[in-house]
């Protein structure tokens, strides 16, 4: 447990850290570009799901990022401890990090009159970690971080235009009162990083 | 020739592949979707024609000023700084401000303001009946002074927008559109299908509408593009094998950036033209302009492809990929949602140009000439761009700039 814990810190300070950096970066700005007081329940929705959610990308699709340096990769092959093990830690503190993010700005939220409850936090969440789990995908079976963020970002922004194409996937779904979707972004979001872990272990270990 | 080996590395890249499949995916959802009907001629006798904005002083002035102390009894003022929504709440010395301005624009004075307390907002209430009625609301009665100018009034607007922190509904870009639309009459609504038909010849119209939706797409994707090719010599460590060749650095660096630009070019005619026969399809018997859509892409399109790649060339090679994914992402998000107008907010830095209406014709030619200079603007900066990074590429194999700002922390890994 203690080599998890060690792994865990090592890898927050050396690789995850600049990224975390950038997610909080990105909920300063949201709380300056919206206004996250006074704002009814459909309002408070929109900060949650439109700009916050992006803090998924930052945090979830570079999980693969280290090892696609080769000579790192190489270095850790060659480790007794799995390469999906490590991948696995850091995908489970950054999503815990997501959600003390969704979690802190909600709180905040609530605190300047906003009319937030947890089906808000659960909401943006949902948002968030489906954006995050496409880039974690697309960067781990591509190998490419790159095209990790280019296919979240696209799909992003496809949800400004494609509402009703989308249907369940629709990522702005509270603002329009809507919950429903977001059941199938997170049962979504889990079945896309079971099957990132599955192909790599399958196919490119 | 190494033009012609860069484009090859591009066109058979994966990164490419996703460009193109991103981008007809946008043209066929956005566009093609949009040009299954010709646009219909207004008939006589019609009930709606749609709404206009018309400046018109009469109707402006007392529904705005109206609005203000509306919202000024409320608390709350809507407004919409970076296109998203904020409900602002003013600071006790900003309302002693507005309180100034209201005064000058209502004849309301201080006092009464500060001891109305039977403001009620205007809008719709359910009825005994169960149906939506329309109540006028409750604020003190307004009286224009018989000297204040239209002029003076937009002034006292602009303050006031200023106040409540920009993006209301009094700001000059939201004011007319917000307390100034009229019913279009039959002799507007069929000059404006005369002029579509006659001026535009039909295709210029569909030519901004295109090159508006492939803007939105063409002004983040490029630099995923830029980026991944980047990294990927990096990567491979190609800078090593480079540094060591004759070519010299400028010639590298923009033989480069003008294969990126050109294959990225490719799927946009490609588009332009199914665009042109998805219009002569829905138009078979007018006449139009064959070269519309073409000639409209070259100009709006090619400087956001230029400066987007530029973007993604420049900041890789003095930072990282991700920072120049970060970069451009921020500037098309505030590019974007800067205006909350879809069609006749083009300004002289506006990254992103809208145009989303088949209709507007007049709007553009009168925005024709800010569009040069914005369309010209962007491309001599990209240029520049890629000249200062031909300068740091050969800085680099000289040896003298070493330093790589915010360098991939992975590299250091310890796991």
Known sequence: ?205 | MLFFKECKKIIFSLIFVIYCIVLSGFYFTQFSNDCQYPLEKPHEGQTDYGTISKEVPEIIMPSAIEGLVSEYLSGEFSAYPYGFYKCVKLKEKDKKKLVEIITELSGISAETLENFDNYEPSGYIMGEDGNPVYTNGNIPEINIPPMLTYDDFRELMRKADKIIGGGSKYSDENIVSNFSQIPKTYEDALAEYEQFCKDDKITGAYARLFCDYMGIDLSILPVFVAVFLAERDKKSRMEQLVYSRKISSAKLIFTRYISLVFTMLIPVFITALLAYAKVKNIYPDNELDKFAILKTAVYWLIPNIMASSAVGMFVTEITSGLISIFVQGTWWFASIFASSELTGSIRNFTFVMRHNSLLGYDIFQNELHTIVFNRLFFTIISVLVILLNAVIFEMKRRGVFNVKLFENRSRKSET
């Open chain 1, 1 to 205: 447990m203690s080599n998890y814990l060690k792994i865990a810190a090592v890898n927050l300070k050396h690789n995850t850290a600049p990224h975390l950096l950038l997610a909080i970066v990105i909920a300063l700005l949201t709380s300056v570009i919206f206004g996250i007081s006074s704002l009814n329940e459909s309002e408070s929705a929109q900060p949650l799901e439109m700009f916050l959610s992006l803090t998924g990308i930052v945090l979830l699709t570079p999980i693969f990022l280290p090892e696609q340096n080769e000579n790192i990769r190489e270095l850790v092959r060659s480790k007794r401890i799995d390469y999906l093990a490590i991948c696995l830690i850091r995908l489970v503190y950054s999503v815990i990090f997501l959600a003390f993010i969704f979690g802190i700005f909600t709180i905040i939220m609530h605190h300047c009159e906003s009319d937030v409850t947890i089906q808000h936090f659960t909401g943006g969440f949902a948002s968030g970690i489906f954006l995050g789990a496409l880039g974690f995908f697309f960067a781990g079976i591509t190998n490419n971080s790159i095209i990790g963020y280019m296919v979240s970002i696209v799909y992003y922004i496809g949800n400004f235009m494609l509402k009703d194409n989308l249907k369940h996937w629709y990522l702005f779904s509270m603002s329009s009162g809507n919950f429903d979707e977001k059941y199938w972004l997170l049962g979504s979001s889990a079945v896309l990083f079971i099957i990132a872990f599955v192909i790599i272990k399958k196919f490119r270990k």
